[in-house]
């Protein structure tokens, strides 16, 4: 019996109470009825609840245009898999565009309920599912942008992170073994020396790690493996880097353990308090060291504990450029897709380009951009005078190539800010008026959600509404110090309630007395 079991009806929050009653994933069965009807006949639980175990989100910002939120396990889709994806947000017009968000993923916007059957359709024909991608299951599943590309890579994550999404949706079917735990859940799983994935920031992380021997018997070359982190995640309440949980696992362990520690969180996970119900407050509650024998348990053998140290050794990568890869004659080529933004045209075009030039391969990264890899030398010149490289620059300014944004409030609910439009103006203020020796990572994000991860950046900046002149304004509480790569940890918060329309001379500051930034005015004037 699981904890919750002994939870009566009444004692549950309203979350748990609709969960009770029908299981999100039964929704997949109903569309054809949800198309049919309209909207604004939907029951209204099954709209703006259960749609997102399908990853269709009602957004009350703008009524009637939905999010849908795709699965892109390790970020990695097809170039024809991006023509559906434009296909979609074509037929909207300028209702329509796409998100690349921090986890490798997109989201779609605009979409109506009545073209859902056909958009399904379209993206079962190419291989596509956007199932338990919201609400309380696990998010995308991310991993190495460059994995099986990189030469200095110790492990290719593609296949791992395939497994794991197969084993928790049922190959994009739908796995009803894991659709109603406790909160949303984040898994990364980095074969790298840069820590490419954030692992720190997940739920669940998987880091690479030698270990002397296999626990059985002393070998004389150490064995590849991952150590395991736990707990990592941002809130409204509470933001916490990932701990140790003194485990080492093989790569053939790595399904396994997931499993394992789903099914401790989803059986005992906390769900009185929304607030408290991430898997750290689990730990809290418990104490790691009976976590730890609890998943050992359900994983039916005890865990190795942890390498003495991991392989993260590398200060963090953006992979925007063009790199050499380990196949010989072959590039990847990453290009800086300000604040994630795409359209139609955009999709079409980098579609056109990963066909033409690659392998009809396209990857994403946490950082918002696009990779196309597989690019030969003999094409290599020819690729970089594609006009779209003018707009997605593979060379753009130290802190535009750095910028992320979350959705902002032109799409979002919980938004108390707009972020990318204003994020986007901002830094092109500031590569304007300032002359930069180094990148400077700003983040934005609209609410204390975190979606935009402001305690992972250099700067990091999070809306607020703020007071000044006897009127209520939109502002920012302004981060710093978040590192990523090696040693990453998360940044605090300096200073509180900035209205945004005084914040473009806050940051001029900030990276002239923090980042080495100088005016251009006075660099003129000292030469």
């Not at 956007?130 to 994550?157: C, H, Y």
């Not at 509470?238 to 099914?263: G, H, Q, S, T, Y």
């Amino acid at each position: 019996m699981t904890d919750t079991a002994t939870t009566t009806t009444a004692s549950l929050n309203k979350f748990e109470k609709f969960k009770a009653e029908k299981d999100g994933l039964t929704v997949k069965s109903e569309i054809e009825k949800f198309a049919a009807l309209g909207w604004e006949a939907m029951d209204e639980t099954d709209r703006d609840h259960r749609l997102k175990w399908v990853g269709v989100f009602f957004r009350p910002v703008t009524p009637g245009k939905f999010m849908m939120r795709l699965r892109l396990p390790n970020g990695i889709l097809t170039s024809d898999q991006m023509r559906v994806l434009a296909e979609v947000v074509q037929r909207y017009g300028d209702d329509g565009s796409a998100d690349i968000t921090t986890r490798q993923n997109i989201q779609l916007r605009g979409i109506r309920i009545e073209d859902l059957p056909d958009i399904f359709n379209k993206f079962s024909a190419v291989g596509l599912t956007s199932v338990q991608s919201g609400m309380d299951n696990i998010r995308n599943i991310t991993g190495d942008p460059v994995a099986g590309l990189d030469a200095d890579e110790l492990f290719d994550t593609r296949e791992l992170v395939q497994q794991i999404q197969d084993m928790l949706t049922n190959k994009g079917e739908g796995n009803a073994e894991f659709t109603n735990l406790p909160r949303k859940f984040n898994i990364a799983i980095t074969g790298g020396r840069d820590n490419s994935v954030h692992a720190e920031i997940n739920d669940l992380a998987f880091v690479p790690a030698f270990k002397q021997g296999n626990g059985q018997e002393f070998s004389q070359s150490p064995t590849f493996g991952f150590n395991v982190l736990v707990g990592g995640f941002f809130s409204a309440k509470r933001c916490e880097a990932a701990i140790p949980l003194n485990a080492w696992v093989a790569p053939e362990d790595v399904v396994a353990l997931c499993k394992a520690i789903l099914e401790v969180f989803r059986d005992h996970g906390l769900r009185a308090n929304r607030q408290k119900s991430r898997l750290m407050w689990l730990i809290d509650d418990w104490g790691l060291d009976k976590f730890r024998l609890e998943v050992e348990n359900r994983l039916g053998k005890s865990l190795l504990p942890a390498a003495p140290k991991d392989e993260i050794d590398w200060e963090k990568r953006d992979h925007i450029g063009v790199y050499k890869q380990k196949q010989p004659e072959l590039n990847y080529v990453g290009f800086n897709i300000p604040v994630g933004r795409l359209y139609a045209e955009d999709m079409f075009e980098i579609s056109r380009l990963a066909t033409v030039y690659g392998n009809s391969e396209i990857r994403l990264t946490v950082e918002q951009n696009v990779i196309i890899p597989n690019i030969p030398d003999s094409r290599l010149a020819t690729f970089l005078t594609e006009p779209l490289l003018e707009r997605f620059a593979v060379n753009p300014g130290l802190l535009t190539r750095s910028l992320v944004s979350c959705t902002g409030a032109q799409f979002c609910n919980f938004a108390l800010i707009e972020t990318k439009n204003r994020a986007l103006a901002m830094i092109q203020a500031l590569e304007a008026e300032l002359i930069l020796t180094r990148t400077v990572r700003i983040h934005w994000t609209g609410c204390p959600n975190s979606c935009g991860q402001p305690q992972v950046a250099d700067i990091g900046l999070m809306g607020t509404k703020t007071r000044k002149n006897g009127k209520t304004l939109e502002g920012v509480d302004i981060y710093m110090g978040g590192k990523v790569g090696k040693d990453a940890h998360l940044g605090t918060c300096v200073t509180k309630g900035i209205p945004c329309e005084d914040l473009q001379p806050v940051l001029q500051d900030l990276l002239i007395q923090h980042f080495g930034a100088k005016l251009k005015q006075e660099a003129l004037v000292t030469h």
